[in-house]
Nanobody, 118 residues
């Protein structure tokens, strides 16, 4: 497992933008997939986006076209740019990592709260 540090959550009005950051150790940055998940109150955790190795990106239908995942190799950080935010995007957002060859994410950040007001 690896230590992931998230930042960037906060309160924003509907239609606004936020950028989340997930810092990962340099030793795993090129060999791990890093993705984003979220969990809203009373709901199960759900997939949001992945693209940590830079080879591909994939988004949940609910955020496709509004969210963008990207990476800064020099800073070993993955970002989630969230635009056109909606109240239903309100959740705790987690970044997660897994070795490329595994199917399950096995390392999780502490989570950062995103609240979108209507």
């Amino acid at each position: 497992q690896v230590t992931l540090v998230e930042s960037g959550g906060g309160l924003v009005q509907a239609g606004g933008s936020l950028r989340l950051s997930c810092a990962a150790p340099a030793r795993v940055f090129s060999t791990y997939d890093i993705g984003w998940f979220r969990q809203a109150p009373g709901k199960e955790r759900e997939f949001v986006a992945t693209g940590g190795t830079g080879r591909y990106t994939h988004y949940a239908d609910s955020v496709n076209g509004r969210f963008t995942i990207s990476r800064d190799n020099a800073k070993t950080t993955v970002y989630l740019q969230m635009n056109s935010l909606k109240p239903e995007d309100t959740a705790v957002y987690y970044c997660a990592a897994k070795p490329i060859m595994l199917t399950q994410y096995n390392s999780w950040g502490q989570g950062t709260q995103v609240t979108v007001s209507s």
